[in-house]
């Protein structure tokens, strides 16, 4: 078992920066892909981006086209956290952010059900 806890949120205007961290606890794996999604009120869960590897040779990070430019998702996996650097934010932004896991690589891992585990969340609100 995996458990994801979400931080760093917050209140902040738009053009600022936030970073998110997703620590994971319990049962790792060499081969992983960290996701992060998220859901403003009344739409749908969506996805944002996601880091993988497969403890050999293979890192990828891919992104959302909404985000693609502003954010960045990077590891350190000897503290097993993953962050998520979000610069350049938009009132469109707004959401709850979640962070989740699933024990292989994948480069393209894009849907809610390619994941395992999830976090509880972390509330991101940009003001205009």
């Known amino acids: 078992q995996v458990q994801l806890v979400e931080s760093g949120g917050g209140l902040v205007q738009a053009g600022d920066s936030l970073r998110l961290s997703c620590a994971a606890s319990g049962r790792t794996f060499s081969s992983s892909t960290m996701g992060w999604f998220r859901q403003a009120p009344g739409k749908e869960r969506e996805f944002v981006g996601a880091?993988?590897?497969?403890?050999?040779?293979?890192?990828?990070?891919y992104y959302a086209d909404s985000v693609k430019g502003r954010f960045t998702i990077s590891s350190d996996n000897a503290k097993n956290t993953v962050y998520l650097q979000m610069n350049s934010l938009r009132p469109e932004d707004t959401a709850v952010y979640y962070c989740?896991?699933?024990?292989?690589?994948?480069?393209?891992?894009?849907?809610?059900?390619?994941?395992?585990?999830w976090g509880q969340g972390t509330q991101v609100t940009v003001s205009s």
């Open positions: 989740a896991a699933r024990n292989q690589y994948c480069s393209h891992c894009q849907a809610q059900y390619d994941y395992h585990y």
């Open positions: 880091v993988s590897w497969n403890g050999i040779n293979l890192y990828y990070t």
